[in-house]
């Protein structure tokens, strides 16, 4: 079973000053106002966010839906964006486990997986002796998936009353949010270099190739700041 009182410890994280609550919660309005203006009704659209939870894989799935992508196109669609998540995964699971825990709450956790949630754990784990660290983080992402449930649900319920710059104004808030998260966690060679890199390439490679852009300008600051900061420990 969940121990309850690092599930609730876990979950009261989400009102901490440094929580992205606010930030997730105004991204999934924008979500929950897109996926009416495209013709879902408010089921289909807390159902998406249930089920999708990270805000690019509903942006790929409700456009994927829009030009009429079968559904085995949008699958693909969807699981190559959230692979981005595998490196936090990777990064976030030997903190996790534990052998006196049963296998079923790390599969069941894995729907979690989101920059928000993720931050906050890497924020607070050491606070959490290591056996429970797992019901610890079932409560952060439960708290985090509840808030995106309920700004879509406030989004929809919202759309008529929002225009295409509000939507787009309240989408760049996690981004946003995230970037100063980043900025915050500076804290040794290869974090700073990647972040820094990343900033710059990124646009840089916008000029080349808009669609991969991204891609490239963090895989080449990551792979730089990774073996540079290699060569600083030795």
Known sequence: MINSKYFFKGLSCIKKFDSPAIALGTCFIAIGSLLKNLGFNIQESVFSTLLTYALPGSLVMAESLLVGASLINIFLAVWLVNARLYPMTVSLMPLLMHKSQPRWKYYLSCHFIA????????????????????????????????????????????????????????????????????????????????????????????????????????????????????????
């Open 115 to 234: 920059v928000s949630a993720w931050l906050i754990m890497k924020n607070n784990y050491e606070t959490v002796n290591k056996k429970n660290r797992i019901d610890f983080w079932i409560g952060i992402g439960t708290a985090t998936w509840c808030v995106a449930i309920i700004g879509t649900i406030i989004g929809f319920l919202a759309s008529d009353y929002m225009n295409k710059n509000m939507m787009i104004g309240l989408a760049i808030v996690n981004p946003v949010y995230f970037s100063c998260m980043m900025a915050g966690s500076m804290k040794n060679i290869q974090i700073s270099l990647s972040i820094v890199l990343g900033a710059i390439l990124g646009p840089l490679f916008f000029f080349i190739s808009p669609e991969w852009s991204i891609l490239y300008g963090g895989f080449i600051a990551g792979t730089f700041a990774f073996f540079i900061g290699e060569l600083n420990v030795k």
